[in-house]
């Protein structure tokens, strides 16, 4: 349940700590805002406060037009609590609704639709489809602000297979059509510019360095206030740049890719890999009581991402037993080897690449050699290659591995490196009585505070 005085002090100080944990919605005007919303403050008695946009949207109100609450960072009450619900929403957010059915995407989840509506009424108070039609329409809201993409490629982008059904949907929803919603261009080099926000506190310098490290100078690129890459997603050939404004607590994501209806899991998977969604203070609440009282933590300490499974597990198995520079310098010979040419960069290898090579320009002993391609085939045979549980049975690849690249690949918030050689260097720090276990579930986090120390 929302404290309604605590939401008050957050609205009226525009906190930007408290951007999109709560929204404020205003009954004489019927329109509901974030925190840091810039127009003048309406009075108490006037307001209602809602944990989620979808809640406004359910009680009639419709999205402010200057703070864009389609715009906020997004970590609801139940994120890490259901983990079926935190699955479904993902998938969902993919697109899982407009490729398949409530059935379809229940049985991947391993579970009944009815259970899965059951969720949704409970945390969210709608239907999936309810909830994934609304996700559709904020993302469209999103591109008509910051994009001039034509409304026929928003209507693809945000999912929907026709303007007429996507101008119905949009008005139904949002209560304007999508003509009333367009602002002015933000478009650049032929590409997209969006803004996608986060709530402080954010290491960026932190991220950066770690993110740097690694880069591999074909496939990636990163300087003080910026990482960028080249991508593959399903077929979708693109790159990505996104520029720290730390000032507006946000990521300015200039964008290239060659199919718009793959922009919105290609955006949500650039927010995972940037960790914008995570609240950091509920984080730091728990970690703090894991160390003893020398140790200094780490404020704003995100988790920086891998672009999929297979590229992080790749990179763990050449990184298993040597340095971040040699790691570095192994990956960076297969790219430049494997990877297909998108001048003037390259892609990360594909499976298939990668398991029809012998791979001897990898000065590697073959164990790990075969290891690679054990996992590459695995891709290519499995219908869920991602299952970690599958890896274990793959030769040369154990725990650890897995856990990298579940902990980089996937961003799960939840593994702690017990066997990493720089996490048991400093388990020292950590309170006499500590348990792994206390910190659930945000061990990822911890994980990458020991690295720190």
Known sequence: MLDAKICQKARLSRDPRFDGKFFTAVKTTGIYCRTICPVFPPKEENVIYFATAMECAVEGFRPCLRCRPDSAPNSPAWKGVNTTLDRAVSLINDGALQQGNLVDLSDRLGVSDRYVRQLFNKYLGVSPKAYALYQQCLFAKQLLHQTNLPITQVALASGFSSVRRFNDCFQSQLKLTPSQM????????????????????????MMQQLLEKR????????????????????????????????????????????????????????????????????????????????????????????????????????????????????????VNQLGESVSPHRLFPSPLAIANSDLSFLKVPQSRKQTLVNLAQHYLDSDSPNDPQQWLALKGIGPWTVQYAQLRGLSDPDIYLAGDLGVKKAEGYLAPDFKPEQVSPWRSYLTFQLWSQ
């Open 182 to 205: 367009r602002s002015s261009t933000r478009a650049k080099d032929n590409g997209l510019l969006l803004q996608l926000y986060y709530r402080p506190p954010f290491n960026w310098p």
């Open 215 to 334: 880069a591999i100078t074909t496939l990636e690129w990163c300087d003080e206030r910026s990482y960028g890459r080249t991508f593959d997603w399903f077929g979708c050939v693109g790159h990505f740049n996104a520029v720290h404004v730390q000032q507006r607590h946000l990521f300015e994501v200039s964008l290239v890719l060659d199919d718009v209806k793959q922009l919105k899991p290609i955006v949500n998977n650039i927010r995972r890999i940037l960790d914008l969604d995570v609240d950091m203070q509920v984080v730091e609440q728990d970690i703090k009581r894991c160390f003893n009282s020398d140790a200094n933590i780490i404020s704003g300490l995100r988790l920086p991402g891998i672009w999929n499974m297979f590229e992080a597990g790749i990179r763990a198995i050449l990184g298993q037993q040597i340095s971040v520079v040699a790691a570095r310098n192994l990956v960076a010979i297969l």
